[in-house]
């Protein structure tokens, strides 16, 4: 026993059994008397048992054997379903008639790394922190492969232009892809139209492949994660958590992506109707069930300006910024189940009024009316959704919204922030968190008039609990922290006040286009620094992931290293 304690075994596991005389305790340590303990490694016989356990494990289990590391196992996976969009890519390039070298050169890289990631490691701890880097991790090595394509192919680099920017720039766009942002350093000096085939559908695909998310994806495929998928999904899904729609978490994660790919095919067949060719129709399904807003045009939705292709991206955008929990309802229960969710009508109230206001506000500018409700609605739903598609035919026209007064914007601004429904595609705040918060708000308020009374915050008929309102508060504060101080260090790298606030609000929310240099009809890299734009990338992973599990994330090693240094003082 402990120093001081008289010799004994009372510190040794034990177990009671049942007995003639009452109750024994038998010593688990021990063997009982005349056997041979078969954990000695002195005993032959007890080697061979042993021995041969191991080889039936092993073959059990081919797993046995080999690192334990989630981070690595699930990003490792990750890079795996990458360098399948790339080699898709890759083909449609050779079909199309073009070369095809660089994007099949990237996914045998991105395949390479990715085995190089999974093979040789198995899911391990899966605690709070471990999934937190777990997933922090993938979004970042996703985002770097996500790269090689633009590198491979030379997509940014111009003549005369260092080798930092250009990588900049392919990270820039990578990230922006992945994290369904919508920004692009895309532009007159690089225009959209000059790309391969390829290279458009792999821009396209890093969207759709980020706006369910890529720790998703992977948790269909990985049983091993078992119950604990539920909670790497629940830091990659944007809002507060995901309601489990089959009883096993795979399945769940199953379901969401044919929900997801079902949404994709149904936008795609409205756009062919719409009048769309079938390449843009499929490449505009990608980025709108994703809410990304990427196009395979300079002019975005403008370069059609078809009243038929707006409306059924409309249609499309709001779908895609709902919470994917009712849509599978709705199918399950062959009834649409989506109006008497408080978020969504809460979240068509926000899109109804704001169409209304900015339509108003329009008309009394001078554009008329039909005009004004053809440009506030799609404005107010792309931006509502997070999705980020323009319809501005060019610069200065009826739909470049950072040339209307300050009065639409100001709604397009709100808008801009609070973003759709939780367990969407969508980014932004949410719309629940602002329900919540406002709800917090009216409790805080009727506080002060009955210091005593037990005053619930309640969302319809269900109360939420404090610590739901207590993450949310901390949540916002952080929002604006960093709202605050992306925009401090985006001004200060060179970039004027109004297009620093909107680049940070965008980059956060997942937005794409905002206001100033960074309106509809421009590229980030007219109004941003190449250091400025990589502050915007850092933002928009962090602002897709929600925040906390970037941050917590850094905290683990920080934990770590800590730990290790105190160690290593005693």
């Known amino acids: 026993g402990p120093p001081g304690n008289p010799p004994g075994h009372g510190d040794r596991p034990t177990v009671d059994l049942p007995g003639d005389g009452g109750r024994q305790r038998r010593d688990l340590r021990r063997a009982p008397s005349g056997q041979a303990r078969t954990s000695d490694p002195g005993i032959p016989e007890a080697n061979g048992m042993r021995n041969a356990r191991a080889v039936e494990g092993e073959r059990a289990n081919p797993l046995k054997g080999r690192f334990r590391s989630t981070t690595a196992h699930v990003a490792g996976l990750a890079l795996l379903f990458i360098s399948v969009g790339m080699l898709l890519s890759a083909v449609v390039e050779y079909v199309d008639g073009t070369a095809g070298n660089a994007l099949l050169l990237a996914a045998l890289a991105t395949a390479l790394g990715g085995m190089a990631l999974w093979w040789p490691t198995r ?22 492969f996500g790269a090689l394509p633009y590198l491979f192919a030379g997509t940014f680099a111009i003549a005369g232009r260092p080798w930092a920017v250009v990588l900049a720039d392919a990270l820039f766009e990578s990230v922006s892809g992945y994290s369904c942002t919508g920004s692009t350093v895309f532009g007159g000096h690089n225009p959209i139209a000059d790309q391969g085939s390829g290279v458009l559908l792999y821009r396209q695909l890093t969207q759709w492949a980020g706006g369910m998310g890529i720790v998703v994806l992977v948790v269909t495929v990985l049983p091993s994660l078992r119950a604990s998928g539920l909670g790497l999904i629940d830091a990659e899904a944007p809002g507060m958590g995901v309601d489990r729609l089959a009883p096993r978490v795979r399945d769940t994660a199953a379901r969401f992506w044919k929900l997801y790919a079902g949404l994709t095919a149904l936008i795609a067949v409205g756009l062919l109707a719409a009048g769309m060719g079938p390449f843009d129709a499929v490449a505009h399904a990608l980025t709108t069930s994703s809410t990304g807003g990427f196009s395979t045009r300079d002019g975005s939705i403008g370069h059609w300006d078809s009243l038929s292709v707006e409306l059924v991206l409309v249609a499309a955008m709001i779908l895609g910024a709902a919470n994917f929990t009712l849509h599978g309802r709705s199918i399950s229960l062959r009834r649409i189940v989506h109006f008497s969710d408080h978020e969504f009508r809460g979240y068509l109230a926000i899109l109804g009024i704001g169409t209304v206001l900015v339509t108003g506000m329009l008309a009394i500018d001078g554009m ?9 609605l799609f404005n107010v739903v792309t931006l509502g959704t997070s999705s980020g598609f323009g319809n501005a035919t060019g610069a200065g026209s009826d739909g470049d919204f950072v040339r209307w007064a300050a009065g639409p914007q100001m709604v397009l601004l709100f808008l801009l922030v609070f973003g759709g429904c939780t367990g969407s595609t969508a980014g932004g705040v949410k719309v629940m968190r602002l329900r919540v918060g406002m ?13 005593r009374a037990l005053l619930p915050v309640r969302q319809g008929a269900a109360t939420v609990p404090d610590t739901i309102v207590a993450r ?93 240094g105190r160690r290593g003082r005693g």
């Open 439 to 451: 709800a917090h708000a009216y409790r805080t308020l009727r506080g002060f008039r009955h210091p």
């Open 472 to 564: 949310i508060a901390g949540f916002m504060v952080v929002y604006g922290m960093l709202v605050v101080g992306g925009t401090m260090v985006i001004a200060a790298l060179g970039t004027d006040l109004v297009t620093a606030v909107g680049g940070v609000v965008g980059a956060l929310g997942n937005m794409g286009p905002a206001f100033g240099e960074a309106g509809p009809t421009a590229s980030f890299v007219d109004g941003f620094s190449t250091p400025a734009r990589l502050v915007l990338a850092v933002l928009m992973l962090v602002g897709r992931l929600e925040i906390f599990p970037m941050l917590l994330m850094l905290v683990a090693p920080y934990r770590s290293f800590r730990g290790a």
């Open 123 to 144: 899911p391990g701890a899966l605690d709070h922190a471990s999934i937190f880097t777990a997933v922090g991790t993938t979004w970042l090595v996703a985002s770097a």
């Open 368 to 376: 008329g009316v039909a005009r004004a409700l053809r440009m506030a």
